[in-house]
Nanobody, 120 residues
Framework: QVQLVESGGGLVQPGGSLRLSCVAS????????MGWYRQAPGKQRELVAT???????NYADSVKGRFTISRDNAKNTVYLQMNSLKPEDTAVYYC??????????????WGQGTQVTVSS
């Protein structure tokens, strides 16, 4: 079982920046893809960005050029640098990890979420 703990959310003005972090802990053989998703009030959860263990990234069109996902495999940590934030980026941001654990099965885990509010 992998536990994910997010941090770094908060209130920021439009045009500002925030950096989210997510640390994975627990018992596993390897962490494969990690990613960030978000859910705004009244909307479905949507993909923001993902990154593989090898560093390949994928972004939602709405955040391309503004957000950057990165990871530190040694620390089992994934980051989301968010720049030029817009009010429509307001949502609860969730960390996600796909990992392999005993007996060599792939699982998925979610964090508890961190609130990001973009408002003047």
């Amino acid at each position: 079982q992998v536990q994910l703990v997010e941090s770094g959310g908060g209130l920021v003005q439009p045009g500002g920046s925030l950096r989210l972090s997510c640390v994975a802990s627990g018992s596993f053989f390897s962490i494969n893809a990690m990613g960030w998703y978000r859910q705004a009030p009244g909307k479905q959860r949507e993909l923001v960005a993902t990154i593989t263990s090898g560093g390949s990234t994928n972004y939602a069109d709405s955040v391309k050029g503004r957000f950057t996902i990165s990871r530190d495999n040694a620390k089992n940590t994934v980051y989301l640098q968010m720049n030029s934030l817009k009010p429509e980026d307001t949502a609860v941001y969730y960390c996600n990890a796909e990992y392999t654990a005993w007996p060599r099965i792939t699982f998925t885990s979610w964090g508890q979420g961190t609130q990001v509010t973009v408002s003047s």
